[in-house]
């Protein structure tokens, strides 16, 4: 075999195949479903992130937005341009009266989803529900309560457990390739203020609940939530105790919810997970880290790497890896669907995946309809997840040191 | 074939203004960066307003710039390029206005302005991936819009889309709506200095100012300004240069004297559009200036053909400072 034959060889078999067989429980990237039927979707709250989810449910075969709803008539009335000949709705009950949708999802204010959920699925419509799954823990609990007996699909949108990055990324982790799991370190960081500007007070109120410490759960709870499930899904275990402390360090417009926190989550065996978060500066992002004796994983939502250390073993399919260098690291991209790439030749196009997250969430969810079976998240999972994050801001704003409490979930 | 990219320093645009009680704000996006000034002196919005609002226009850029680009493999526009010409693509009322907008322009510029000029960016090298063959393709008629059924459908499988000429204008105008919505009386805004919107006053209650060139400066209160370049990217092949601005009329690339075409417009997308068909067809001046806009054409900097009924163009023997 010639040393070009036999590179070829590795990368297309050895390598992609040793990243597959390491993951079993890696879904086929592409995420193939078959619907019997059009699948009628309804779009509640459609704001930003209600209109993303609208742009990435019409790239899902079979999936058709008939219906959008928000309260918020501006907000309606853009979201009905992005879905021609959609009826629009300014109430969940009238949307769901209207016997026109088979599934809803939703992405009202963190605070609202209790009663747009729990009615979403006593209608007995498949529902995704964006996350943070609510504002408090009995929210969390109704929400889980209702999705027990509920006839439909009810995912969460913990997009962690979909992404087909960080579904790779699980695999090497749980099979062993970090060795001794030491510490866990997450951040969001995005130069944002966090508003919604309107020149109507009314309007700029209701839109900016965020900045409302009794409607919001602060950057830890809106924003960490998503991040934290990503080590419980990873390691099987959650946190039961979190300090934290945060403040208004730059925006000076009076506002009360923080701008700037940091919390450190400690689990049971002593493992501790750092997270800070911040408002004023996007350095690095959004990303979460796994350090570990053998090896560090960074995952950044599109992408991921390992960093292997210099005295972890060697397996032949890393020597053709595609690398990424970080100033005196290098990483090894994780490539999902690596085997299919590497068979065209065209491994290193699939770094970084081609969709956001909440893409892979809503075609989790899809095919879950389609197949009966269970999705990449459940409320259970979600609501714990959210309890969490609740703590976490209930630690930053008190200062104090917070049990989590998961009882009952 | 060997292609090479050079900077397009179009315009730079000057707000004549103290800029101190303006929040700016620039992100990249459309291959370009954009900047905008948000006038709080004279608008109900307080500082961290201001950014806000220009958060919300950095989200509306984003958004159109993931639905439009042809470097985004799932964008709704590479969706259309792969698909063969028998695929019937539905659009929502946001593209729907968009294909009929591109397809008002082309007929106003007489085909010098044609979003299937992808076809020709692709023929020619100017994309990656392999060149397809031009024989028997006519892109006068590139696709069929449906307004009843809200659908899109290519006449010819090798038909690519590229908005590139309208896209920057296309969103400044949607921008002009929104900060019109929010209340919001002053504002300058720029994508890649080539497409401006100027929006009320500046700082010192003038039209606000953008400079194209030595000694030639354009007031713009309330109106929209496109730049192109006909020679910003090049390409080379068997010794000859060719300008990246297709000519959809020869299916090949533009070849005139003009170097640089500048319109003034109350419509983003216009200017934009406008300015490069002048580039394309230097001809059109005389035609298009029946709109209520005005035409500027730079064989070379010292002598600009110019067509100016709105009035907004002042010409100094003396060069200006750049200030920046």
Known sequence: ??????RMFLTRTTGGLAAMALVPELKAFGGAHLLDQTLRVGVV???????????????????????????????LNSGLRRASGAKGHSSVTELLASGTIDAVAVATPTHTHREVAVECIKAGVHVYLECPLAHTKDDCIAISEAARSAPGVIAAGLQGRSNP???????????????KLISM??????????????????????????????????LAGEWGTQQFDVFHWYTGKYPTRVVGNGGVRFYEDGRTVHDTIACSLMFENGETLGYDATLANSY??????????????KLGWSHGWLFKEADAPTQGWEVYANRQQFHNDEGITLIAGATKLAE??????????????????????????ASGGSPACSIDEAARATVVGISANDAIVTGKTVDIDLGGI | MHSTLTPAPCVHPKPENNLDSYSPLSFEAMGCRFEMLIGSEHASLSRADCAAVCEQMRGLVFDWHARLSVFEPNSIVSQFNRANAAKELPLDDDLFDLYSLCDRLRTRTEGAFNIASGTLMQAHGFREGAARCLDGLSIEEPFVLDATRRTITKTDDRIMLDFGAIAKGFVLDLIRVELDDLGVTDAFVHGG????LAIGQDHNLQAWTSRIGDGIAVSLQGMAMGVSEGDSRVISENGRVYGHV??????????????????????????????????????????????????????????????????VVHISSEDHHDRD
């Open chain 1, 284 to 297: 690095g992002g959004k990303h979460e880290k796994f350090f570990g004796s053998n090896a560090a994983i």
């Open chain 1, 45 to 75: 709250g459609v704001g930003r992130q209600g209109r993303e989810i609208m742009g990435e449910l019409g790239k899902i075969a079979g999936v058709s937005v008939v219906a959008v709803c928000d309260v918020d008539e501006r907000r």
């Open chain 2, 246 to 311: 297709m000519d959809p009329r020869t299916m090949c690339p533009a070849s005139n004297s003009i170097r640089r075409a500048v319109c003034v417009h109350s419509s983003a997308a216009a200017a934009d559009v406008y300015s490069t068909a002048c580039c394309v067809s230097p001809d059109l001046i005389a035609r298009l200036s029946t709109d209520p806009c005005t035409l500027i054409l730079f064989e070379d900097e010292s002598s600009p053909i110019l067509h100016d009924p709105l009035g």
């Open chain 1, 1 to 6: 075999m010639t040393e070009i034959d036999r």
């Open chain 1, 344 to 369: 065209q030749g065209k491994l290193k196009e699939g770094v970084g995946l081609p969709n956001p997250s909440v893409y892979y969430a809503l075609e989790d969810w899809v095919a879950s309809i």
């Open chain 1, 185 to 218: 370190r997450a951040q969001n960081n995005r130069k944002t203020t966090w508003i919604t500007p309107s020149n109507d007070p009314v309007r700029k109120a209701a839109l900016n609940w965020k900045l409302d410490p009794l409607r919001s759960n602060g």
């Open chain 1, 165 to 179: 990055v960080y579904q790779l990324a699980r695999g090497f982790f749980r099979s062993d390739s970090v060795r």
């Open chain 2, 193 to 196: 200095t080539s497409s401006v």
